[in-house]
């Protein structure tokens, strides 16, 4: 298994992680308030990572979205220094209940140790 990590914004993508990113443009440009906060105020997308588990043949099967919260909101929001927040953790439904998005959050939290992460709980 490999973990690969992408800046929010490369080009390079896997095509179903593109689709994700051009969403969150969209709602970024968008001129609901919400949207406006969330995306274009709170968070600085240019930070942002995604990582994926790749399996040895080199398929993804899990990813994650770790999206940087700005400088100015943690003071605002009385949030640690380095704060992130994960989104869009899944794992591809074939390879589902075999433990990789454990080892992907697994070392997420190791890589980042020093940063406080908060995971962001929406849906099923």
Do not use: A, H
């Not at 969330?38 to 942002?48: F, G, R, V």
């Not at 075999?98 to 080892?103: D, E, I, P, Q, S």
């Amino acid at each position: 298994m490999k973990i690969y990590e992408y800046n929010f914004n490369n080009t390079n993508l896997p095509l179903k992680l593109k689709s994700i990113v051009n969403n969150y443009k969209r709602l970024y440009s968008s001129n609901r308030i919400y949207n406006k906060f969330l995306y274009s105020d709170l968070l600085n997308l240019k930070k942002t990572k995604i990582f994926t588990l790749m399996n040895k043949s080199n398929n993804m099967v899990s990813y994650t979205f770790l999206f940087k919260v700005k400088k100015e909101y943690e003071k605002t929001l009385n949030l640690p220094n380095q704060t992130y927040i994960i989104r869009e953790v899944e794992t591809l439904p074939q390879f589902r209940r075999k433990g990789y998005c454990k080892k992907l959050m697994n070392w997420i939290n190791n890589y980042y140790k020093d940063k406080f992460i908060y995971l962001e709980v929406n849906g099923t």
